[in-house]
């Protein structure tokens, strides 16, 4: 079992800076891929960014060259740093944790429960 907690939200305006941190149980956590993903109110749940137990990271497009995915093992805990925010990237944002699998399909095995990120214009 891998419990996620998520922090680092908050109000921010267009043009801003964000670091959100996941924190996890587990001695294991190497072991997964983690990813974040972000709602937006009405609209579905999306891949942001993902990275692998090693040092491999993917974006998807609308944040690529904005948003920079990290770990650290050694603490449980991965980051997303989101630069240049938009108000398009006003969302919930969760992190996720994963064995295998497709990183920017939904089905990860395990989920935080979400911190609200808003950019003001």
């Known amino acids: 079992q891998v419990q996620l907690v998520e922090s680092g939200g908050g109000l921010v305006q267009a043009g801003g800076s964000l670091r959100l941190s996941c924190a996890a149980s587990g001695r294991t956590f190497s072991s997964y891929a983690m990813g974040w993903f972000r709602q937006a109110s009405g609209k579905e749940r999306e891949f942001v960014a993902a990275v692998r137990s090693g040092i491999s990271t993917y974006y998807a497009h609308s944040v690529k060259g904005r948003f920079t995915i990290s770990r650290d093992n050694a603490k449980n805990t991965v980051y997303l740093q989101m630069n240049s925010l938009k108000p398009e990237d006003t969302a919930v944002y969760y992190c996720?944790?994963?064995?295998?699998?497709?990183?920017?399909?939904?089905?990860?095995?395990?989920w935080g429960q979400g911190t609200q990120v808003t950019v003001s214009s």
């Open positions: 996720a944790a994963r064995i295998s699998g497709r990183l920017e399909s939904l089905d990860y095995d395990y």
